[in-house]
């Protein structure tokens, strides 16, 4: 045999090996199990949202998709989990805005959003509605900005915690009104929002769904929604923008990213699939009873979104000076 015949018998030897691995390279789903990381405990908008968009996602690719609620430091141990897994396809994260574009700005992470992580596409996104306790005494954003004005550094607002998009909603808001406020940061919502009932702080940048009941008794009293437009389910509650702070917007957001090494087939992948979901009538139904409003993108839309938010919160952090407690 010579050696042209001995390289052909060697080539067409490795070929169903080198078929078998281009194959496996492309399975999709690449497991039978797919794991949806979320960086928030159970009974929250992104745990609702995870899991209403993986039972179809599952139904849709013929896979098991299971969340792994991983909460703490505001979402950020589930970024470094994820930024640390494996970059098979077999790992996603619904990522949301405090982790991936604010936290990096205020302490060390442990990973960098545009590197270790890798964009998928956007998920959904809701405003925040800021509530004042009955006993203040004010009714629209104006009587609350004048309080504000007038005893400077006396009103305190309540968070989810430093770096969150509630805390970033109230500097935004001291920034373009010109008012200073005390920051109250709680390690949740249910805790904030406890003390914004009880009266022991003055106002709080609330997750709608929790707040519209007490709303409803009149114990607490809206003055405006932080998003450029007013949402369906509460289309009585003015804007931000609208009571006097034009482009005024701070919206809370969750996308889909995964490991950074991930192969941009398998990310390609996965988006057309998430899109599926999120644009699904039944899925958006289901989302907006839950007040979250999909968002779906492409990979390329994802990624200069969250470069913009990412430059918008930068500069608020710094001008705010808000450092990690």
């Known amino acids: 045999m010579n050696t042209l015949q001995v390289l052909r018998a060697a080539l067409l030897a490795a070929l169903p090996l080198a078929l078998s691995c281009t194959a496996s390279a492309q399975d999709f789903p690449p497991a039978k199990t797919v794991t949806l990381v979320v960086g928030f405990a159970a009974g929250g908008a992104a745990d609702a949202a995870a899991r209403l968009i993986a039972k179809k996602l599952g139904e849709n690719v013929g896979a098991k998709v299971i969340i792994d609620n991983k909460a ?12 640390n897994g494996p970059a098979d396809g077999s790992m996603l994260l619904l990522g949301s805005i405090g982790p991936l574009t604010i936290a990096p700005h205020i302490m060390q992470v442990g990973y960098d959003p ?15 509605v800021l509530v004042v306790h009955k006993g203040l005494g004010v009714k629209t954003m104006a009587e609350f900005v004048a309080l504000a004005k007038q005893k400077p550094g006396t009103i305190d607002f309540a968070s989810t915690g430093v770096g969150s998009a509630s805390h970033l909603a109230g500097e935004l808001l001291a920034q373009q009104a010109g008012i200073q406020m005390v920051h109250v940061p709680y390690k949740g919502g249910a805790l904030a929002l406890q003390d914004n009932l009880g009266e022991r702080v003055a106002s709080y940048f609330s997750a ?3 707040a519209l009941p007490h709303i409803a008794t009149g114990r607490l009293i809206p003055l405006a929604t932080t998003g450029l437009t007013r949402p369906a389910y ?38 057309v699939e998430i899109v599926k979901v999120l644009n699904d009538p039944e899925v958006q139904d289901a989302l907006n009873k839950h007040g979250l409003t999909p968002q779906p993108t492409t990979r390329a839309e994802l990624t200069a979104f969250m470069k913009q938010e990412d430059a918008k919160w930068g500069a608020i952090v710094r001008d705010r000076k808000i450092v990690a407690e």
């Not at 703490?72 to 930024?83: K, R």
């Not at 545009?114 to 925040?128: E, I, Q, R, T, Y």
């Open 114 to 128: 545009f590197k270790d992580l890798a964009p998928v596409s956007g998920g959904v996104n809701f405003p925040n």
């Open 72 to 83: 703490g430091a505001g979402g950020n141990i589930a970024h470094q989990h994820v930024a």
């Open 234 to 271: 509460m289309p009585d509650i003015p804007t931000v923008a609208e009571s006097g702070y034009p482009g005024f917007e701070a919206l809370n957001w969750y996308a889909f990213v995964a490991p950074g090494k991930t192969p941009a087939a398998m990310l390609d992948r996965w988006n």
């Open 208 to 210: 709608p769904p929790t």
